[in-house]
């Protein structure tokens, strides 16, 4: 397709001076190569003078804008359009080709129109007809995926798929106009009109980037998230999130925790615990794979790296039969293809990590990205790290037998070896061989590795006639865990109506821990190792194939079915003392999976309903699990709509979590079978409304998850020693109930905007082994209200978030006591009360950002994490302290971070 | 229209909050008595009996000895046990009531807070063929009270003793079964001297014995374990499972607790047969 460019401007000063000459075309003329002019320090318009002198080109530019710009430059084997992008790298011009081929200088802020931009006056050649295309990224070339299209004025309208293209049928007529919305992009009006190719339309969008928003078109206009679309789902774009307050890294999912339903109090997990939830019960995919464990750090940030993201959706409940094998939310997230159009490079440099990315085109067919993350000692990580560790310390100095350190004793000396890290790696490759397939290549790394081993050595006590004895103890403390995962997808176009989207896919979790003490005695040249503690090892492997068609078997019908097929294998095995295994694991299912869901739009699309089915064949139980779904939408007015969904969702793999960091590995993931561990159900209704004006929505949503089978594992019964701990110990079963309610109000547009939102929630076990009354789950948050709000003042982004959350349960003791042992030692024994019986005080901080934008590829964000510096109870310890023959009870009350500055600077080539 | 969405909102609204039912919010601290008895064949029985600490969120609490229950302990050669209350928690038998032989079983019985409080145990077999590989050990003795580092030959550290005699001392039994044992070490003299003399001001952290029982038939004392010179007893004693349950981590925050490993009904603590064989050693000053 040729585009056709004119010329519209909106500065009223703007007086073109013509250059006009009869042969032979601008284009060509333009596209002359210049093999060597020099100028130094010389006016713009002297040199382009010169240079239309020399070469004939066809330029139009504002002499009186240009006037006082002097350049130095030296055009050396390159086009003029390509040496003046050199030029206005640094200076408030851009350049473009218009419809007659002319080189068109215009200032920055100028908005480029185009045919398309506006209403197209001629009659209409086609009617009901059939139109595909897709949206792009302007300034990348990237398509973009779940953008909406709808021909204005209409309900008519669809969404790009993953791969960015899109199809309306019945579109009335080729003169219509098309409005294009994406989360994080302006606005696009765009007009049809016959000279365009209907089969595979372009439309560019673009990005809405802070310092070039001071001319803003009424109606273009982008929203920081779109939450009101389907039922439950809420929208991101990356791009968004830098602008809102972080604690060391820019991270989608604690963003994800500022909307209503998703529980913003839990600091030590970026996990997404979504309406009453657990973050194991949300499906987690990028690029199509799954991935098993989201948390760098202990869980201050995800594993997720925005730079590599082009897009976030988060469905909260209610999801369509296309997702599945998770009984709460699904996070579906697509990394960057890479930029189309040039090389671009970005860094980011925080207090606690360096960030890293290049995207490039490679021929014309493919392109590239990757992305890096990693974190250094700065004392932002300390500061972390002591959090999670320093509880730790004080379990181990019991068995470590406290030896003073020091080194006034000579010898002896105590060592504390740390070393930790964090990193991740993204890379994508995309293949286009033609207008109908994709194929890409998407890899993620991403590992953590937290040493808090000591050692100390009481050697040297030698020297004794040729005799050398020595003891050597170690704490080993490492934990290490981490993602591996790819997908390779092949996506296809075969018809304006049909569309596959076929993967294969392979993701890997592990999670090591080795918490032990190791002794190492040496008499006479023989050593002897013996290990006393803990150590946990975690494994699992996901092989995934899965094809998804799409079928627009006619207006106002699309039939989305498809085929997945995956095989775990997970390993879990827990040993004390280097030789007992208290928990054996090795675990190994498949589900075949099949579903169909119909998207029927009637009533002048007025009324949109999804039924669909889907059914898995579960090889370990030998079962079939049904699960039928179903939503819908009604737009009773333009701006009133009323929705539902219900279904019924199960989980086959279950992840354990364990909130305390000191007694072990704090995830592992297990395969439900028939007996200790069932298969987990739960049924979902939601139903809710939402008005939405111009500048204003509100939305509401009442949820009810009634699951049976959920997991918990404990500890909290020991087991009678000798005998190990057998599966029915460690794990218990029951049932959880989950009611709430989500509000949100959101000022979408401005130079303030931002949100409300607020939660009322209840979840309630009722696990007979804990108690025979119900109680309340670990992650239930009565209130929850978050306000959210960002301001731009001239080339400054500020930002705040307030969240209150009423306080989490706990489990706290009736009381303590002491035993004297048969050695004439004293043990300390804690009474547990009733299963969360008690809560935390409620929990409220108050995070600020300031963003200062030098330009549009370097900025500088200021963000202070918990400012009025709350201290919010993470958990409690209990001591039994004896003093002057006074045995008494000490509760200390363990905090999360308190006041937390960070400083992140951002840099970008293009 | 927009009036009815409202009201269907309230309602709804309305529903879920009536829809709230009683949960766990109810906390009994101090209900159960705790309890501290090791019997041994051949000695009196003498128990404990002891409130826990309550936890409450205003007051420290402190633990409460209970004295004037009246505590029976029946065994199954017959003969039964009536405690007597002595004062300070404590309960003894009569002088001449002594703890059967071994295998015999003692079944603890008493009323607490209108709850009954019951446990039974047995007395395990003495511990078979205990053998100690040396009788005796020398240790210097290191004076760190005037601040300084005396010289020593060779080097070596203050918790070795320095000395030609820093060694190990390994202990054997017989035990085919598996069954648990533990070893104690008790200094029996009247005025122990320590061996190693602290800096003035400053304590040194104990350097107890840090056993568990174990199911093994062997076991290590090493010489820089001693705390004092002169005569000791080296106790082997075969233990039952309740106790070596007590070994068993116990969490101590929020995120971990466990319920505690105990064996007596309605009531928290040891109730236990114990059986043991002493060996003698004696710490020699160089």
Excluded at chain 1, 380 to 386: A, M, S, T
Excluded at chain 1, 560 to 576: E, W
Excluded at chain 1, 642 to 661: L, M, P, S, T
Excluded at chain 1, 716 to 734: C, D, M, W, Y
Aim: aromatic share 12%; glycine share 8%; net charge positive.
């Amino acid at each position: 397709m040729k585009r056709i460019f004119i010329c519209f401007l909106l500065t009223t000063f703007w007086l073109p001076i013509k250059v006009f000459a009869q042969t032979p075309k601008p284009t060509d003329v333009n596209n002359q190569i210049i093999k060597d002019e020099f100028y130094n320090n010389i006016a713009l318009p002297t040199i382009l003078a010169d240079l239309e002198k020399k070469y004939s080109f066809k330029i139009l530019y504002d002499k009186t804008a240009l006037k006082d710009l002097t350049v130095t430059y030296w055009f050396a084997n390159e086009t003029l359009q390509n040496g003046l992008k050199a030029i206005f790298k640094k200076l408030p011009f851009k350049t473009y080709v218009d419809e007659n081929g002319f080189l068109n200088i215009v200032s920055k802020n100028v908005k480029v129109e185009t045919a398309v931009d506006r209403q197209y006056k001629g009659n209409a050649e086609k009617v009901d007809f059939t139109l595909t295309g897709r949206v792009v990224d302007y300034t990348s070339g990237e398509n973009l995926p779940f953008a909406s299209v709808t021909v204005k004025g209409t309900k008519l309208g669809s969404q790009t798929n993953v791969d960015g293209y899109f199809t309306i049928q019945k579109v009335p007529a080729d003169t219509v106009t098309l409005e294009v919305r994406y989360v994080g992009y302006r606005t696009r009006y765009f007009h049809l009109n016959p000279k365009l190719n209907i089969n595979d339309l372009k439309i560019e969008i673009e990005p809405a980037i802070g310092v070039l928003e001071e001319v803003v078109v009424e109606g273009e206009k982008t929203e920081v998230l779109k939450a009101n679309e389907i039922v439950g789902m809420i929208k991101m774009t990356p791009r968004n999130i830098a602008k809102l307050p972080n604690v060391g890294e820019r991270d989608p999912f604690r963003a994800f925790q500022l909307m209503p339903g998703v529980s913003a109090s839990n600091e030590s997990s970026s996990g997404l615990y979504v309406r009453g939830g657990t973050p194991d019960q949300t499906l987690v995919l990028y690029d199509g794979f799954t991935v098993y464990h989201v948390d760098h750090l202990f869980g201050f940030f995800s594993a997720f790296n925005y730079n590599a993201i082009k897009d976030i959706q988060l469905y909260k409940g209610g999801f369509d039969a296309k997702f599945g094998g998770r009984i709460s939310a699904v996070a579906e997230i697509t990394g960057k293809e890479g930029n189309k159009k040039e090389f671009n490079a970005g860094v980011d440099i925080s207090l606690l990590s360096a960030n890293a990315y290049v995207e490039t085109p490679l021929g014309s067919k493919f392109t590239f990205l990757a992305a890096a993350r990693r974190s250094y000692k700065g004392p932002l990580y300390n500061k972390l790290f002591k959090r999670f560790t320093s509880s730790n310390q004080t379990q181990q100095s019991g068995p470590q037998g406290g030896f003073p350190g020091g080194g006034r004793f000579g010898s002896f000396s105590a060592t504390q070896v740390a070393s930790s890290y964090f990193y991740d790696l993204n890379s994508k490759l995309t293949y286009t061989p033609n207008k109908k397939d994709i194929l890409s290549l998407s890899l993620y790394n991403g590992t953590d590795n937290m040493d808090n081993s000591s050692s100390s050595d009481l050697g040297g006590l030698g020297g004794f006639g040729g005799r050398n004895i020595g003891l050597n103890t170690s704490n080993t403390d490492v934990s290490n865990w981490g993602n591996l995962g790819g997908s390779l997808k092949w996506s296809r176009r075969w018809s304006d109506r049909f569309y596959s989207n076929s993967l294969i896919c392979y993701s890997n979790y592990y999670s090591n821990r080795d918490n032990s003490r190791n002794i190492t005695t040496t008499r006479d040249g023989v050593t002897r190792d013996v290990k006393i503690g803990q150590i946990e090892d975690n494994n699992l492997n996901d092989f995934t194939a899965k094809t998804d068609f799409e079928w627009k078997v006619f207006s106002g019908n699309q039939l989305d079915f498809g085929l997945q097929f995956t095989k775990n294998i997970i390993k879990y095995t827990y040993s004390q003392n280097d030789t007992v295994k208290v928990l054996d694991r090795n675990d190994r299912g498949s589900t075949a999976t099949f579903y169909i869901q119909d998207n029927i739009k009637l009533f002048n699309d007025k009324l949109h309903l999804k039924p669909g089915i889907r059914t898995t064949y579960f090889d370990v139980t030998k079962k079939n699990y049904i699960e039928p779904r179903f939503s819908v939408n009604y737009n009773i007015t333009k701006q009133l709509k009323i929705k539902g969904a219900a279904g019924i969702y199960y989980q086959f793999v279950k992840q354990i979590n364990r909130e305390d960091i000191s007694n072990g590995n704090r995830n592992f993931w297990v395969l439900s079978n028939n007996e200790s561990l069932p298969v987990t159900k739960s049924n979902h209704l939601i139903l809710g409304g939402s008005y939405e004006i111009t500048d204003y929505l509100f939305d509401v949503e009442f949820y009810q998850k009634n699951s049976t089978n959920i997991t918990e594992y404990t500890l909290r019964f020991v087991p009678k020693i000798g005998q190990g701990l057998s599966a029915s110990e460690t794990f218990f079963n029951g049932s959880e109930i989950v009611r709430g309610v989500d509000v949100l109000i959101q000022r979408k547009f401005g130079d303030f905007n931002g949100w409300i939102g607020y939660t009322l929630a209840e979840a309630k076990r009722n696990i007979t082994a804990f108690s025979d009354k119900a109680y309340y789950s670990d992650q239930d948050v009565r209130h929850q209200f978050k306000a959210i709000g960002s301001y731009k003042y001239k080339k400054w982004d500020f930002a705040a978030t307030w969240i209150f959350s009423s306080g989490r349960p706990y489990t706290s003791i009736l009381g303590a006591y002491q035993l004297e042992l048969l050695d004439g030692s004293v043990k300390n024994f804690t009474n547990p009360s009733d299963k969360n019986a008690n809560r935390f005080s409620d929990y409220h901080r108050m995070d600020v950002s300031a963003t200062y934008n030098f330009n549009a590829n370097f900025n500088v964000g200021f963000s202070i994490f918990n400012l009025y510096n709350r201290s919010n109870n993470w958990y409690k310890r209990f001591q039994v302290i004896t003093e002057d023959d006074v045995t008494a009870l000490q509760i200390t009350n363990v905090n999360y971070l308190g006041i937390t500055p960070n400083i992140v600077l951002s840099w970008k080539l293009k | 229209m927009k009036k009815i969405y409202l009201l269907a909102i309230l309602l709804a609204f309305q529903v879920f909050l009536m829809g709230c039912t009683e949960t766990n919010t109810v906390i009994n601290p101090g209900e159960k008595p705790i309890i501290e008895a090791y019997l041994a064949p051949n000695h009196r029985v003498s128990m404990k009996v002891y409130t826990e600490i309550p936890y409450t969120e205003t007051s420290e609490g402190t633990s409460v000895n209970i004295d004037g229950l009246s505590i029976k302990i029946s065994g199954s050669n017959g003969k039964v046990f009536n405690l007597k209350s002595v004062g300070n928690g404590v309960y003894e038998s009569a002088e001449n009531e002594l703890v059967g032989a071994a295998k015999t079983t003692y079944t603890l019985e008493f009323d607490y807070k209108g709850r009954k409080v019951a446990a039974s145990t047995e007395i395990p077999a003495k511990p078979i063929n205990f053998k100690i590989d040396k009788t005796e050990i020398s240790r210097t003795q290191i004076d760190l009270s005037s601040g300084t580092f005396p010289p020593m030959g060779g080097g070596g550290g203050p918790f070795g003793g320095g000395g030609e005699t820093n060694t190990s001392v390994e202990l054997t039994w017989d035990n085919p079964e598996n069954i648990y044992h533990f070893v104690a070490v008790e200094n029996t003299e009247t005025s122990p001297i320590r061996i190693l003399i602290p800096p003035s001001g400053a304590t040194f952290p104990n350097f107890r014995f840090t056993n568990e029982p174990l199911t093994g038939s062997s076991n290590i004392l090493r010489s820089q374990s001693f705390e004092y010179f002169g005569n000791h007893d080296v106790i082997l004693y075969r233990v039952n499972a309740e106790y070596a349950a007590l070994y068993q981590s116990s969490g101590t925050t929020s995120q971990n607790l466990s319920t505690p490993p105990t064996s007596i009904i309605n009531g928290l603590g040891i109730f236990t047969g114990i059986n043991a064989d002493t060996l003698k050693f004696l710490v020699k000053k160089n």
